[in-house]
């Protein structure tokens, strides 16, 4: 007897041989749009943009007494303060914030003096306990990326943004064909010589964990024309057909040659063990892959090949759930009556693999979306401290992780649109971003927890942007920073400048709202408020403080201030008037021993990148370096 396989291919060629064919003949997933209610686990073909802002009102955070706050400062365990019922108004946790209040007031800190009024002990700050409109999602966000996989988290983040249907790649169809004269359907009473039909089951199980619709047909007996009319119908209704058992090179063994006749056999024969008769064709632009008849073999091919063909189909690949060790970037704090599921970020940096933990507010949903996995700090712990190596819950596969782009520092949306361009271009890695400000990426980077970050910061003394801070805080050369754009700051105020905003100067008889302290932006605007002999006490809602451009457009836009700085880009996509400030240097700082690393050169290639450029116009606001 002649046992005839075409190949021993190494398994990695095999697949890149599978692969690359596939890809030359477009064999790729059409869409279709589908209610975000019913998307769950689908794959969305383009980024998601939010539509509203999450808030979409200012919301009370806690029950207790809505104020005005300035109403509550006098408040002081020696001075109490007595409300009465014409000072606040009582609400429930979710209540819209009445007008003419900004605060809230906790129950448990309100003292019944009876007849309606209560007594405070300490003060409350405007905004302090209230929900503000885009606290977790500004309209205009980008909730995710190309190529995303919906999990029920991004649902939720997606509905709370407004975004009701989405483009998602319609689920494949593989068609799978049990074969073999001894096969018979399940049975509790087999006779002899009859071999039970699972292996279709365990193979429904499996692709329904790729992402797969499944259909089964009828068990075929050991004749070549019956099996090629059963791979003919699988492949006119599926978009893709696997046979079971086969493969090999017995005499009954049919599948090689029905796959040559219908297509191209691409691969028989694997060295892999279990796995070797497997049969690796194309008919049609649909792969069809011979199965072997043994389980276990079969299984093997199942994870190795047929899940990546269904990634190749999604547009990328998925992977098991895996738990690692990482080092903790930041202390966390904790407290000693629960167990706590903290959400982190995880990326390689020189080796070690660094958490970053998340937003950990009840309300933020993103911090969700963005996990790559979970921290539990154990009940009676008071937290961790940075440096420490903690156990990780993976959300995501280790491999994926592993190749992450780690970006922090100052807010600019082009970072997520770079991470988009990337996504389509079908990069192997993807692109993690925090929002630190700039402070924050000298930081990351120095300390390892980051590969490159968003420096904006001016040197009020030379006009010079960033150079003095990096040579300051990473001396020796052991960071550089890389061209990035020129970008438009200003004054974002209320649609028709209701107010007649002319110069920064006017913001002291304004509610102005500020970012965060190590922001570029706050750099900025403590420059001008020196340059206008303006005091931070003077402002009202200086430290009113946010970490996004977008976040200070969104508050703007829905009144909860009069002006902020900002980019243009953000007042662009509110719709807001901009009182222009001054060009400044956007820039990225990227640890020296990174600068050759393959994911830095593809981000910034996309960066520089003409069709970029265009992106960036439309977006406005930004000039080349």
Sequence with gaps: MKYNYLNNLPLDEAKQKLYDHLTAVGFRGKTETVPVTAACGRVIKNAAYARICSPHYNACAMDGAAVKAKT????????????????????DTGDPLPDGCDAVIMVEDLIDCGGGSVQILSPVYPWQNVRQV?????????????????????CGAL????????EVIRKPLVGVIPTGDEIVPPTSDPQKGDVIEFNSTVFRGMLDSFGANVKVYPITPDKKELIRAAVETALDECDMALVSAGSSAGRDDYTSEIIASLGTVLVHGIAVKPGKPAVLGEAGGKPVIGLPGYPVSAIVIMDEIVSEVIGQYY???E???????????????????????????????????IASPLPRGAGVITSFTKADGVLIVPQNCEGLEAGEAVDIRLNKPLAKIENTLIVTG?????????????????????????????MGAIYAVRDGHAHMGGVHLLDTETGEYNKSYVEKYIPGGKAVTVKGVKRVQGLMVAPGNPLGVKEFKDIQNLRYVNRQRGAGTRVLCDY???????????????????FTHTAVAALIAAGNADAGLGIYSAAKMYGLDFIPICNET????????????????????????????????????????
Excluded at 319 to 347: D, Q
Excluded at 528 to 546: A, F, T, V
Aim: aromatic fraction near 8%; proline fraction near 6%; charged fraction near 25%.
């Design 72 to 91: 509550t400062f006098a408040a002081s365990d020696r001075t109490p303060v007595t409300l009465t019922e014409a000072d606040y108004v009582t609400v």
């Design 410 to 438: 100052s807010h600019d949306p082009l970072i997520d649109e770079v991470a988009d361009f990337l996504a389509k271009r079908g990069a192997p890695f993807r692109v993690c971003s925090t929002h630190v400000g700039s």
């Design 134 to 154: 885009g606290e977790d999602i500004c309209m205009g966000d980008m909730i995710a990326p190309s190529g995303t996989t919906l999990t029920p988290a991004l």
């Design 586 to 625: 956007y820039e990225f700082l990227v640890d020296r021993d990174s600068l050759d690393d393959p994911m830095v050169r593809a981000f910034l290639d996309v960066l520089y990148s003409d069709e970029f450029q265009k992106r960036l116009a439309e977006m406005g606001g930004y000039s080349p370096c």
């Design 159 to 166: 509905l709370a943004g407004g975004v009701t249907e989405i």
């Design 528 to 546: 001008l408020l020196e340059q206008n002999g303006l005091k931070p006490d003077e402002i009202n809602g200086y430290r009113n403080e946010e």
């Design 319 to 353: 992977g098991p759930r895996e738990t690692v060790k990482a080092t903790l970037a930041k202390k966390i704090v904790s407290s000693l009556k629960y167990s706590e599921y903290v959400r982190v970020s995880l990326g390689r940096i020189g080796g070690r693999l």
């Design 315 to 317: 547009g990328r690949p």
